[in-house]
């Protein structure tokens, strides 16, 4: 089974429906994220948590709101979506990276939703 | 200025060419960088940390200047497997904690 799950991995929808993608681990990472990627664009990040009671807003956070339910679960919700929030969204999670610790901080990826907005 | 870039190529090189890719950041507070391999439609894996002092992994040779405040990916002896994107991620200082922060992508290909 996979480290980091996405759910669902496809989704077409139509302008103003809400939509929700969750994430799921079994790193037992404290820090979770999600990017998306559009093309020539790279991954840009939308929000990041680094537990449950700590959300923070990416760089493009603007139409989109997260919910840590739990130290392995992080979802990310599109509360009315517009088509220019098609896209490739990736989850992630990471340890501290702290050296000390023998952290690396390396990211680990969900397979990535597919979503489409009508 | 975007805090990481990289120079999207494409680059297109034959089977055993050595090829290198640069990265720039903006944010001299950074404190680790990685290199990404990302094949098409799937999800990024990691290629390569990348230390002070630099680091090599078979073919794979990365290095670090922070005066200069780029990274370096050096492929030797290129296969037509290494095909795919290379993403520079960059952890950048931000309010107390480090933010994974990736530059777009260089795209490799590598011809018969």
């Known amino acids: 089974d996979a480290d980091v799950t996405q759910t669902p991995r496809n989704r077409i929808t139509k302008t103003g429906k809400r939509i929700m993608l969750e994430c799921s681990q079994t790193?037992?990472?404290?820090?979770m994220y999600w990017y998306r990627q559009d093309p020539g664009l790279g991954l840009r990040l939308i929000y990041y948590?680094?537990?449950?009671?700590?959300?923070n807003k990416g760089e493009i956070s603007d139409g989109y709101s997260v919910s840590r339910q739990a130290q392995a679960k992080f979802s990310l919700s599109l509360e009315s979506a517009i088509p220019n929030q098609t896209a490739l969204y990736f989850c992630?999670?990471?340890?501290?990276?702290?050296?000390?610790?023998?952290?690396?901080?390396?990211?680990?990826f969900g397979e990535g939703s597919r979503l489409t907005v009508l | 200025r975007k805090e990481v870039e990289q120079d999207p190529g494409p680059f297109n090189v034959p089977e055993g060419a050595t090829v290198a890719f640069n990265c720039t950041y903006s944010?001299?507070?950074?404190?680790?960088f990685f290199w990404y391999r990302q094949d098409c439609r799937k999800e990024p894996k990691l290629l390569m940390s990348?230390?002070?002092s630099g680091n090599e992994d078979g073919r794979f040779t990365a290095q670090l200047n922070r005066a200069s405040q780029y990274i370096s990916l050096l492929i030797r002896d290129s296969k037509l497997s290494d095909s795919a994107t290379y993403l520079c991620?960059?952890?950048?200082?931000?309010?107390?904690?480090?933010?994974?922060?990736f530059g777009r992508g260089t795209s490799l290909i590598v011809h018969p």
């Open positions: 990348v230390y002070s």
């Open positions: 991620v960059v952890s950048r200082a931000s309010g107390g904690s480090y933010i994974p922060t």
């Open positions: 948590s680094f537990d449950v009671k700590d959300i």
């Open positions: 790193k037992g990472h404290d820090r």
């Open positions: 944010n001299s507070a950074s404190q680790s």
């Open positions: 992630a999670t990471s340890d501290q990276g702290l050296a000390e610790f023998g952290n690396t901080g390396e990211l680990f």
